[in-house]
C-alpha cells in the first residue's frame, strides 16, 4: 500500500467503524485506541509498522480487533478529549508517544493499560515509578532523551567547526521538552558553548523563532516532542533560510531537510510497542512489562542540506554515519 493511501485510510478510520463495532463487542474482539499525537503526515509510517507487527502477531483489523485512530497534531489541548472518547469507548488498550500525551491518558484513566512508543524521560517526568518496575497502568519504550545530549553535541561540533554560540529550541509546554533543553543547556555550557533558549508552544512561533537567530548562532539544537515533529518540514526549511545547521533526535527529521539527527529508530520503537500491547491483550498486565530503553542508536547526515549550507562532512564522519543522504 502507497503512503499517501495509507495516510488517507489513518484519517478515516476514526469515522470507519460504527459504534456497535466496538460497544457491545464479541468476546475475542478487542479494541486498541491510537492517540497520534502528531498528525497522519508525520507518524503514518510508524502506525503502519505498528499495525503490521501487530498483523504479525496474530491482530488483523475486523477479524479480532479494531484500532480508532484519534489525531491531535501536536496541540497538547487535543490530549485529555482524547483520552476520554477511549474511555468511554472502553479501549482494550492505549497506544500513543510523546510525554505529555502519556500524561493526559494517566490523569484520565488508571484502568485501561496505556503503551507509550517512545516518551522522553518517563521517570524524571512521573509517568512511571521506576523502569524496572513500573507500576499501575504504564508502560513503554523510553528515549531517554537527555542522556544523548553530550553525543548530539560532539557530533554536531564535528561538523560545525568553530561553533560559539547555539540555540536550543524546545516546545517548553512539555515537560520532557523542557527537561531536555535544560540538560542540553548545561551540557553546551560545560562544553564552553554560549547557549540561546528559543522557547515556542506553537506551530505559528517557528518562523518568528528563525527569523530571530540569523546572525547570531551557529547551529540550531532541536528538542522533539509532537509539536516539532508535525512541523519538521517546515522547521527544515526555515533553517535553510536562516543558513543555519540543525541537530535533531530523529532520522525522519534529517530525511526531511535537516542536517543531522542521532537517536534511536522510531519506526522500530514502534514495533516493539506492537509487542507490549499483543501481551497486554494476551492478559498479561502492564506493570509486569518493565519499561525498555533503546540500545542502538543511529546518524543520519544529510549532504544535500550540508551543501546547501556550504559545509564540508568530514569523511570520518560520513565514515560512521548509518545513513548519508545525497
Do not use: C
Not at 4 to 12: D, V
Not at 25 to 47: C, E, H, M, N
Not at 67 to 77: D, F, H, K, S, V
Not at 291 to 319: H, M, Y
Amino acid at each position: 500500500m502507497r503512503r499517501r493511501e495509507f495516510i488517507t485510510l489513518l484519517g478515516g478510520t476514526a469515522t470507519a467503524w460504527p459504534l456497535s463495532a466496538w460497544a457491545q463487542p464479541g468476546p475475542k474482539f478487542r479494541v486498541i485506541g491510537v492517540l497520534g499525537s502528531a498528525t497522519p503526515d508525520a507518524q503514518g509510517q510508524y502506525y503502519t509498522v505498528f499495525v503490521s507487527r501487530l498483523r504479525e502477531l496474530g491482530w488483523s483489523e475486523g477479524h479480532n480487533v479494531a484500532i480508532e485512530y484519534r489525531w491531535a497534531e501536536g496541540r497538547t489541548e487535543r490530549y485529555r478529549e482524547i483520552a476520554a472518547e477511549f474511555v468511554r469507548m472502553r479501549a482494550d488498550v492505549i497506544i500513543t508517544s510523546g510525554t505529555a500525551a502519556v500524561a493526559a491518558l494517566k490523569d484520565t484513566t488508571t484502568v485501561i493499560p496505556i503503551v507509550f512508543a517512545n516518551a522522553g524521560d518517563p521517570v524524571s517526568t512521573g509517568l512511571v515509578t521506576s523502569l524496572a518496575h513500573p507500576s499501575g497502568n504504564i508502560t513503554g519504550l523510553s528515549l531517554q532523551q537527555t542522556d544523548l545530549a553530550a553525543k548530539r553535541l560532539e557530533i554536531l561540533r564535528n561538523l560545525v567547526p568553530g561553533l560559539g554560540r547555539l540555540a536550543i529550541l524546545a516546545n517548553t509546554t512539555s515537560a520532557a521538552a523542557a527537561l531536555d533543553m535544560n540538560e542540553v543547556g548545561r551540557t553546551a555550557g560545560s562544553l564552553g558553548l554560549e547557549v540561546a533558549r528559543v522557547e515556542i508552544g506553537r506551530a505559528e512561533d517557528l518562523a518568528p523563532a528563525f527569523e530571530s537567530l540569523k546572525g547570531r548562532v551557529g547551529a540550531v539544537y532541536v528538542v522533539l516532542d509532537p509539536l516539532i515533529n508535525a512541523n519538521r518540514i517546515a522547521i527544515s526549511g526555515l533553517a535553510l533560510d536562516a543558513r543555519l545547521p540543525t541537530m535533531h533526535s530523529f532520522k525522519e527529521a534529517a530525511q526531511d531537510g535537516g542536517l543531522l539527527s542521532y537517536g534511536p529508530n522510531a519506526a522500530a520503537m514502534f514495533q516493539r510497542a506492537a509487542e507490549y500491547v499483543d501481551k497486554i491483550l494476551r492478559g498479561v498486565g502492564p506493570n509486569e512489562l518493565p519499561v525498555e530503553q533503546p540500545t542502538k542508536f543511529e546518524l543520519i547526515i544529510n549532504l544535500k542540506t550540508a551543501k546547501a549550507l556550504g559545509i564540508t562532512v568530514p569523511p570520518s564522519l560520513s565514515a560512521l554515519a548509518d545513513e548519508v543522504i545525497e
